[in-house]
């Protein structure tokens, strides 16, 4: 990934810490320091035993920015853009997305920089099991606790728990959330994310004035994310006009058939190659005409370069940082609204901590239980950041960073300087 994406982030971060005046409000302790500082940083090499019997030598990361408020929690990303700016960023924001949500949680990411896509299911297995075991003495369920994130799953969060239970010989469930039902996963954490992405979708079209029903929208990434997002809208009656992944994109102005589009996905076809829609240039998609803009997939997304063409009235942003700062005032100047990725993407994160409350228990929640907790969550969420917004006169997103950043500031404070 872009290697200042971190640097991004804490660009972000002093903006909007600025007017809250930490350092006067915490004069015995280098507030802003210790809020913008990674606790700890681990950077290690992981040698993979090739089915061929070669070795393929990468990098792996983990990154425990900041447990002032619980355990650090936070994904895992298998990805050729992988590297620790990056990890880094993304732990960063994870800590101020618990905080939005007010989760008992800190923030922390990892990620190994490998084309993981191409390995085979051994290889796949061999690199996550390697990855667990060099970190096996730093997570577990009150230490770290990751999660998926782009290219992994239920199948990687079990294969963790399988050797972190080998290792450590204790069978604790709750050291990886996002694992499969069977082994404790909670009912509904595959689709949490899209879910909340839809339910702060719903509140910000209604303060808008916007029926989702008969609303456009364009959705760029078509994985985990993107796609529960899209068939949510489209169940809806939101028109789904466009698509993307990394491939290419798709578009009917009279709304693609979504569920078929998942269904042609996953039984391997093209995107590109679904009936009933036209391809279109891949970027395109950012700015086509359509009234919400999903962006689902990575970082940097929306730049200054496009940010004048998006045509979008309300961004939604599932993915992380996919707007950068010199774009946030250009897309803030045209009145579009943006659901900032803190806020906007924290469904995973919450159905995590709820996954991580079942296994603490040994007592599990039925799919509608989960659904309507997570619904209050987010629609609480989302509702105190556009009261701080309106009260601030101020966008959503300086809003939920006020929010994160004042509960984290407390936290810290309240913990002791030393
Ligand atoms: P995923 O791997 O399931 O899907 C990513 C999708 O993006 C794929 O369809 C891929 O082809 C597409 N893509 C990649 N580059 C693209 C490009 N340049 N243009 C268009 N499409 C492109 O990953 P995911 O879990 O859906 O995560 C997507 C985003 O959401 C990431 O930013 C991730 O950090 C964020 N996120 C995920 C979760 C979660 O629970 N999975 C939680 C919070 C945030």
Redesign the pocket.
């Known amino acids: 990934m872009s290697q200042n994406v971190f640097e991004m982030a804490q660009r972000h971060f002093h903006r909007y810490a600025e007017p809250l005046d930490l350092p006067r409000r915490y004069p015995h302790m280098d507030i802003l320091s210790h809020l913008t500082t990674p606790d700890r940083s681990i950077a290690f090499r992981i040698t993979l035993q090739r089915d061929d019997g070669s070795l393929t030598v990468c990098r792996g990361y983990r990154v425990q920015f900041n447990d002032d408020r619980g355990p650090y929690k936070g994904?895992l990303?298998f990805h050729p853009m992988v590297d620790l700016a990056e990890t880094t960023a993304?732990a960063f924001w994870m800590y101020l997305k618990t905080a939005v949500v007010d989760i008992p949680f800190g923030g922390a990411k990892g990620g190994v920089s490998i084309d993981y896509a191409s390995l085979s299911l051994a290889e796949k297995e061999r690199l996550t099991k390697r990855f667990t075991l060099i970190l096996a003495n730093d997570i577990g369920p009150e230490k770290d606790i990751p999660?998926?994130?782009?290219?992994t799953g239920e199948r990687e969060m079990a294969w963790i728990l399988d050797e972190w239970r080998m290792m450590t010989g204790r069978y604790r469930r709750g050291v990886v959330t996002?694992k499969p039902v069977t082994m404790g996963g909670s009912q509904g954490r595959r689709e949490?994310?899209g879910r909340g992405v839809f339910y702060t979708i719903v509140e910000a079209a209604r303060d808008m004035k916007l029926p989702l029903a008969g609303a456009t929208a364009a959705v760029?990434?078509?994985?985990?994310?993107?796609s529960v997002s899209a068939r949510l809208l489209h169940e809806a009656g939101t028109r789904v006009v466009a698509v993307?992944?990394?491939?290419g994109a798709v578009t009917n102005p009279g709304g693609l058939d979504v569920p078929g589009l998942i269904a042609h996905v996953a039984a391997g076809n093209p995107l590109t190659e679904f009936p009933g829609s036209e391809p279109m240039g891949?970027?395109d998609l950012l700015t086509t005409e359509a009234d919400i803009l999903v962006p689902?997939?990575?970082?940097n997304?929306i730049t200054a370069a496009n940010a004048p063409q998006v045509k979008a009235r309300l961004v939604a942003e599932?993915?992380?940082g996919p707007i950068t700062p010199d774009a946030v005032d250009i897309i803030a100047d045209k009145g579009t609204r943006v659901i900032p990725d803190i806020l906007c993407?924290a469904g995973?994160?919450t159905v995590s901590y709820f996954e991580w409350v079942q296994n603490r228990q040994e007592l599990y929640w039925p799919i509608d239980e989960v659904n309507l907790r997570l619904r209050d969550v987010m629609v609480g969420a989302y509702r105190r950041v556009a009261e701080v917004a309106a009260r601030d006169k101020c966008t959503l997103r300086e809003a939920a960073y006020h929010i994160a950043i004042e509960r984290v500031a407390e936290a810290a404070a309240r913990r002791g300087v030393q």
């Open positions: 994904g990303r993304l999660a998926p994130d782009v290219n996002g949490a994310t760029q990434g078509f994985g985990n994310v993107g993307s992944n990394e491939f891949r970027d689902a997939a990575l970082e997304a599932a993915a992380n993407n995973g994160v």
